[in-house]
């Protein structure tokens, strides 16, 4: 028999929370220096016609992905409230349903890929020298999507019964299989054809399959409580409440990140118009976010599926003790990141600059103001993930939109007049504050303790009256009645490096 799952509703939480929170934080570094390592092989020996061509295909997978992350999300959730309930049956007919739908969906999804590359690429402007480059990356990346949905699906899975090492080990196979296999199939050396920019793509689809089946054969092999094997072949069968709750509470989760792409889109778009220095500036600022932010969606992710297995239980107190830790944890590992990237700065950027750049003064200036935003980021992301525990998704959405679209965008474009790009730098502290009141107060006094995931409860959950009625508490303390729960969103990877569904976080929400 496999080692048993962390149960995540008993012992102590700061240390249970932290310890499930490391291996995931691991693989999102693991991947963010796979995208950096792949960067490298195609920009620099394949040109940047086929740097282009990544980035342009690759816009198309975080759409793809992105659009599934939701739904990951969602039977993250109910495994977890299943396990925390100890119906371990609940939980196996949530992962057949869950298992049947994702790899169905990923079927459909490559086989119209592979017809649909061209057009979807031209339909984007991708320009005419790098057009032939993408469509012959993107085709392969398409037959990946089976396998990159189904890793990213038994991910959510495995950390849904408490279980993030077992993940993080085969993600990190795969890592190693990519950049292994990167120069191999590009260049042709040994035995391996020379594919060229489809070599990346190869890679990618070679590493991911082979970490799968890695992945299952550890499953059976260790008689993991969520293989579904041939007795079981019935618990695939579509269950349509199951369904429903996937879709029903999935969608708005995975139209947050609809929301934070436009976003960054429009952001970028008012930054490009200061001029090449300033967008050179903002993009090396970019790089070192993507770090900055790692802390906060590890901790959101573990304090997700932890809040989801004591809202299971009915364990409250627990969930609000998640909640505490998430923040405490959130303001000490994200503050350890950003307070060498101040004191360092000139160091840090000028790994991403020419030499005597002008940008580099420009990129100093912006990352004083902006960097400190991801305090507050964090926050949002752990109480918006407890929140979304229970089933309560809208909230969060309308969080989100409200923080992007309601300030952060009209900040910027309002007062750039009067403040020229340092309105840009600005909305980005201003609009993530705001997020995170609005989420503590929805926390405090919201009513997402009575939300539900599926229609009708088997009763094995706590009514909401039964929730302790606690004073509120400091802000270590969020609110003194609940739990955070939150899960990594898609991450648009770096050019080079195809957006992997592995990979939960988000990324770009604080761009």
Same mark, same amino acid.
């Given at each position: 028999?496999?080692?048993?799952?962390?149960?995540?509703?008993?012992?102590?939480?700061?240390?249970?929370? &932290?310890?499930? #929170?490391?291996?995931?934080?691991?693989?999102?570094?693991? @991947? *963010?220096?796979?995208?950096?390592?792949?960067?490298?092989?195609?920009?620099?020996?394949?040109?940047?016609?086929?740097?282009?061509?990544?980035?342009?295909?690759?816009?198309?997978?975080?759409?793809?992905? %992105?659009?599934?992350?939701?739904?990951?999300?969602?039977?993250?959730?109910?495994?977890?409230?299943?396990?925390?309930?100890?119906?371990?049956?609940?939980?196996?007919?949530?992962?057949?349903?869950?298992?049947?739908?994702?790899?169905?969906?990923?079927?459909?999804?490559?086989?119209?890929?592979?017809?649909?590359?061209?057009?979807?690429?031209?339909?984007?402007?991708?320009?005419?020298?790098?057009?032939?480059?993408?469509?012959? $990356?993107?085709?392969?990346?398409?037959?990946?999507?089976?396998?990159? $949905?189904?890793?990213?699906?038994? /991910?959510?899975?495995?950390?849904?019964? %408490?279980?993030?090492?077992?993940?993080?080990?085969?993600?990190?196979?795969?890592?190693?299989?990519?950049?292994?296999?990167?120069?191999?199939?590009?260049?042709?050396?040994?035995?391996?054809?020379?594919?060229?920019?489809?070599?990346?793509?190869?890679?990618?689809?070679?590493?991911?399959?082979?970490?799968?089946? +890695?992945?299952?054969? $550890?499953?059976?092999? !260790?008689?993991?409580?969520?293989?579904?094997?041939? !007795?079981?072949?019935?618990?695939?069968?579509?269950?349509?409440?199951?369904?429903?709750?996937?879709?029903?509470?999935?969608?708005?989760?995975?139209?947050?990140?609809?929301?934070?792409?436009?976003?960054?889109?429009?952001?970028? /778009?008012?930054?490009?118009?200061?001029?090449?220095?300033?967008?050179?500036?903002?993009?090396?600022?970019?790089?070192?976010?993507? $770090?900055?932010?790692?802390?906060?969606?590890?901790?959101?992710?573990?304090?997700?599926?932890?809040?989801?297995?004591?809202?299971?239980?009915?364990?409250?107190?627990?969930?609000? +003790?998640?909640?505490?830790?998430?923040?405490?944890?959130?303001?000490?590992?994200? %503050?350890?990141?950003?307070?060498?990237?101040?004191?360092?700065?000139?160091?840090?950027?000028?790994?991403?600059?020419?030499?005597?750049?002008? *940008?580099?003064?420009?990129?100093?200036?912006?990352?004083?103001?902006?960097?400190?935003?991801?305090?507050?980021?964090?926050?949002?992301?752990?109480?918006?993930?407890?929140?979304?525990?229970?089933?309560?998704?809208?909230?969060?959405?309308?969080?989100?939109?409200?923080?992007?679209?309601?300030?952060?965008?009209?900040?910027?474009?309002?007062?750039?007049?009067?403040?020229?790009?340092?309105?840009?730098?600005?909305? &980005?502290?201003?609009?993530?504050?705001?997020?995170?009141?609005? *989420?503590?107060?929805?926390?405090?006094? %919201?009513?997402?303790?009575?939300?539900?995931?599926?229609?009708?409860?088997?009763?094995?959950?706590? #009514?909401? #009256?039964?929730?302790?009625?606690?004073?509120? /508490?400091?802000?270590?303390?969020?609110?003194?009645?609940?739990?955070?729960?939150? #899960?990594?969103?898609?991450?648009?990877?770096?050019?080079? @490096?195809?957006?992997?569904?592995?990979?939960? *976080?988000?990324?770009?929400?604080?761009?």
């Amino acid at each position: 028999m496999a080692k048993a799952p962390l149960d995540l509703t008993t012992g102590p939480i700061g240390r249970n929370l &932290f310890l499930f #929170a490391l291996p995931i934080l691991a693989g999102n570094i693991a @991947q *963010s220096l796979n995208g950096s390592v792949n960067a490298v092989w195609v920009g620099r020996y394949l040109g940047e016609a086929a740097l282009t061509a990544t980035a342009n295909a690759n816009n198309i997978m975080f759409f793809l992905i %992105g659009s599934v992350f939701g739904i990951g999300m969602a039977a993250t959730i109910l495994i977890g409230q299943a396990m925390g309930a100890r119906d371990i049956v609940q939980a196996r007919r949530v992962m057949g349903t869950s298992a049947t739908f994702f790899i169905g969906l990923s079927v459909v999804i490559a086989v119209a890929g592979w017809w649909l590359s061209h057009p979807l690429l031209a339909a984007m402007g991708t320009p005419a020298e790098s057009l032939p480059l993408a469509e012959a $990356y993107l085709r392969i990346i398409f037959l990946a999507m089976p396998t990159l $949905y189904a890793f990213a699906f038994l /991910s959510s899975a495995l950390r849904g019964v %408490g279980d993030s090492r077992t993940p993080f080990r085969f993600l990190l196979l795969s890592v190693v299989l990519d950049i292994g296999f990167n120069p191999l199939l590009i260049f042709g050396i040994g035995p391996f054809p020379q594919l060229g920019i489809a070599g990346a793509a190869w890679a990618t689809l070679i590493a991911q399959t082979l970490s799968l089946i +890695g992945l299952l054969w $550890y499953m059976r092999n !260790k008689r993991h409580v969520l293989w579904l094997g041939r !007795k079981d072949m019935a618990m695939f069968r579509i269950d349509t409440t199951i369904l429903r709750a996937l879709v029903v509470k999935g969608v708005p989760m995975g139209l947050q990140m609809v929301l934070i792409s436009l976003s960054m889109i429009l952001m970028m /778009s008012m930054v490009n118009g200061y001029g090449t220095d300033t967008a050179a500036a903002y993009g090396a600022s970019l790089q070192l976010w993507t $770090y900055v932010q790692m802390p906060a969606m590890a901790i959101g992710a573990a304090c997700s599926s932890m809040a989801a297995q004591n809202v299971g239980a009915g364990n409250w107190d627990r969930v609000r +003790g998640t909640a505490r830790s998430g923040v405490l944890y959130n303001f000490l590992l994200t %503050g350890v990141l950003i307070l060498p990237l101040i004191l360092l700065d000139r160091y840090t950027l000028a790994l991403f600059l020419p030499e005597a750049s002008q *940008s580099l003064e420009v990129a100093r200036h912006l990352n004083h103001i902006a960097v400190w935003s991801f305090l507050f980021f964090g926050v949002n992301f752990v109480i918006s993930g407890v929140v979304r525990s229970t089933g309560a998704v809208i909230p969060p959405l309308l969080i989100l939109a409200a923080s992007l679209w309601g300030i952060r965008v009209p900040f910027a474009e309002l007062l750039q007049d009067n403040w020229g790009a340092d309105a840009v730098w600005w909305s &980005f502290p201003v609009s993530s504050f705001c997020a995170m009141l609005m *989420s503590l107060a929805y926390y405090r006094w %919201g009513g997402w303790r009575k939300a539900h995931m599926l229609p009708a409860q088997r009763g094995e959950m706590a #009514a909401p #009256a039964e929730v302790p009625a606690m004073p509120p /508490s400091p802000v270590a303390d969020p609110n003194p009645e609940a739990p955070p729960t939150a #899960a990594p969103a898609p991450t648009p990877s770096r050019a080079g @490096q195809p957006p992997s569904a592995a990979r939960i *976080s988000p990324h770009a929400g604080n761009r």
